[in-house]
Every structure is written in structure tokens, then in C-alpha cells.
């Protein structure tokens, strides 16, 4: 398989996973999702209902001076105390979340400048990140994780620069959509093999948003070098799999549980939860016929946090299989996807490491 079908496919899975789950994000009951779409859950890219129960879209007193201001402008009366509302109230079938929109402005301000054949301009992407908040009508998502919430806590104080506005310290998996990137960027410039620096790559863009100095970069280690493994093509995806579970668990009964292949978990964001979640739907579902929608939907029909485990399990179905078997078995979820410079964008990336 070329390099450049792996790259398309992982990139583009990222952005398909989370288009399938978001009308289901945080659903706690598997009955609501069958009440809301069928007996079979979701099946294809769908919007959002209006109202979600259990939806605990209602602003805090620390954020009562941004939402509706400073960010998120024509989504306030989404926060009605009382409302309801879907996380994502209003989005398009097809359409992307914030997390994965904030991982194309990565994708942008990624280069091969460093010596290590990649890096993160921190500046630019810091600069485009802002502008994607402070801009109405820049996107149409409703929600905006607690870490972006602090991040412009700090920012309208206008007393520090802008890479010392991310100061949450919360280990969600969120986080975790910008790793795909730098794994990408990795893979592109110089090859599979990981090296120690990578660690620091990894923290310092996690770094960028937040102030998670142990647990996410520990996280977002595993899951890059999971990445690599996958696009290197040397294994499997199941053994790739499996040889992260044992990083993190040593002891082998993480492994173990894998490869039973239990019920499919239902889990919250914190990482610790749902990593390992994401690495079950990758081993349970991701080999055989159209494994990548298999997996994606097998995952989004889970529940809870569905979105960014989605989206990460979508780069790793889709660096294993690649672009044109994804286009070819699945053309409705290429085609879908609402944003059309995507590709666009997923092209101007190769080309600037110089992958055909």
C-alpha cells in the first residue's frame, strides 16, 4: 500500500469518525439512541436531535462572560438553563466537531522545518486557533470542551502570551486528535520509526492547550506510537493493538481482556477510561470485510464518549486499510463529509512533505 493511500486514509478516517458519532455524543443509555434512530442506532451521518436527556449543556459562572461573546456567539440560548440541548444542536449530517477542526489547523501549521524532518509552528497554530474561536459563523459546533473554556478564561485577561493561555489540567481524550497529526507528520517526513524526541514533539503540542505534564503526554505517546506501527504496515492492526495494551498495562490482563473481545464498553472522556475502550472497538472490529465502518459504528452505537475515541479509532481503521479502500466501500462517508476542503487540505499537507 503507498504512503500517501495510508496518510489520506488516516486523516480522513479522523474526520469520518467523528461526523458518525456526533448526533449520539454523550449518550448514557442505549435506549435513547434507539429512540432517537432506530432499533440499529446510527447508520450513516445524521444531525442531531434538538434535546439529548440527561444533556448538561448549562453555563458555569466561570464562563458566563465567554460563551456568547467571546466564543461560541450564536449558541447561547443552547445553554438555557432548562433547554436540553443537544451538545451539538444544529450541526449538518456529515459535519465536524471542534476538537477535529482544531486538528485541521494543526494539520496547517505543521512543517519540516525541525531536525527531526517535522514539527508545529506553536505561533501560527496558536493564532488560527484563536481566530477559529473569536469569529462568528467560523463553525457551527455548540460545545466547546472545558480545556478551550480555560484557555480563554485566561486569554480575555490579555496578562500572559497566548502559549501560556492553556492551563486545564483534565486528561480527556480530546486531546488526542491532535496526535494524529504529528503521527501523520512523523510518518510523512521520516518514516515509521519512533524516536525519543518524539516524546517531547508530543508533549509540547499537547502543551499548547493544556497543562497536563504527566497523563496526556503518557497517553498521547502510546497512541502516536500505536500510529506509527499501523502506518508502517509491519503488523497488524490487532498486534499493533495489542502491543500498546501491554505498554500500559504490563502485567498482560488489559491484553487479555482485549482479546476476549467482551461487550462493547460504554465510557466516560477522562483518558484513562478511554483508551483502552478505543483500543477494544480497534481489536474487536478491525479486520474483515469493511472493517472501517464496522468499527466506526460499532463504537458511535456504544455511547458516551464516542465522539473522540471516533474519531482517533477512524485514523487508525483508516491508516490501516488506506484512502481508496475507505472511498471505494464506503464513497457516502467520503462524500459526506461537509467540509470539502478537507481533501483539499489533506492534499496541500502531503505535498508539503513532499509524499506523492
Known amino acids: 500500500m503507498m504512503k500517501a ?23 448514557y443509555d442505549v435506549m435513547n439512541i434507539k429512540n432517537d434512530f432506530g432499533e440499529g442506532g446510527i447508520t450513516k451521518y445524521e444531525s442531531p436531535k434538538e434535546k ?40 449538518k449530517p456529515g459535519e465536524n466537531t ?43 459546533d455548540s460545545y466547546a470542551a472545558g480545556a478551550h473554556r480555560a484557555f480563554f478564561r485566561n486569554w480575555v485577561k490579555k496578562d500572559r502570551p497566548n502559549s501560556e493561555c492553556g492551563d486545564s489540567t483534565d486528561t480527556m481524550i480530546d486531546a488526542l486528535a491532535n496526535i494524529v ?16 524526541s518524539d516524546a517531547s514533539v508530543v508533549a509540547s503540542t499537547i502543551g499548547l492547550l493544556r497543562n497536563s505534564p504527566d497523563v496526556l503526554p503518557k497517553y498521547g505517546c502510546l497512541f502516536f506510537d500505536l500510529l506509527l506501527r499501523v502506518l508502517s504496515g509491519e503488523v497488524s492492526l490487532r498486534a499493533a493493538v495489542l502491543e500498546s495494551a501491554d505498554k500500559l498495562d504490563p502485567s498482560g490482563e488489559l491484553s487479555s481482556t482485549i482479546k476476549s473481545t467482551p461487550a462493547d464498553p460504554m465510557v466516560p472522556c477522562p483518558i484513562e477510561k478511554s483508551y483502552p475502550a478505543l483500543l477494544h472497538f480497534a481489536y474487536k472490529y478491525g479486520e474483515g470485510t469493511n472493517s472501517f465502518r464496522t468499527a466506526l459504528l460499532a463504537s458511535a452505537n456504544a455511547g458516551g464518549e464516542n465522539v473522540n475515541r471516533g ?28 467540509d470539502v476542503n478537507i481533501a483539499k487540505e489533506t492534499d496541500g499537507f502531503l505535498k508539503r512533505f513532499g509524499v506523492e
Open 5 to 27: 493511500d495510508k496518510l489520506r486514509g488516516c486523516l480522513t478516517g479522523l474526520f469520518i469518525g467523528d461526523a458518525l458519532a456526533m448526533p449520539i455524543h454523550w449518550y
Open 52 to 91: 439529548v436527556v440527561g444533556s448538561y449543556m448549562n453555563i458555569s459562572d466561570a464562563d458566563r462572560d465567554l460563551i456568547g461573546k467571546v466564543m461560541l456567539h450564536d449558541k447561547l440560548p443552547c445553554y438555557e438553563k432548562g433547554r436540553g440541548a443537544h451538545y451539538h444542536h444544529g450541526m
Open 98 to 140: 471542534l476538537d477535529t477542526i482544531i486538528a485541521r489547523l494543526l494539520l496547517e501549521s505543521t512543517n519540516t522545518d525541525s531536525a527531526e524532518g517535522y514539527g508545529v509552528d506553536g505561533e501560527e497554530f496558536l493564532n488560527k486557533y484563536i481566530t477559529l474561536f473569536t469569529t462568528p459563523g467560523a463553525h457551527n
Open 181 to 196: 497529526v504529528l503521527a501523520a507528520a512523523r510518518y510523512a517526513s521520516t518514516g515509521h520509526k519512533a524516536k525519543e
Open 311 to 338: 474519531s482517533c479509532l477512524g485514523a487508525l481503521l483508516g491508516a490501516s486499510v488506506g484512502f481508496d479502500a475507505i472511498s471505494k466501500e464506503n464513497p457516502d462517508l467520503v462524500g459526506g463529509l461537509v
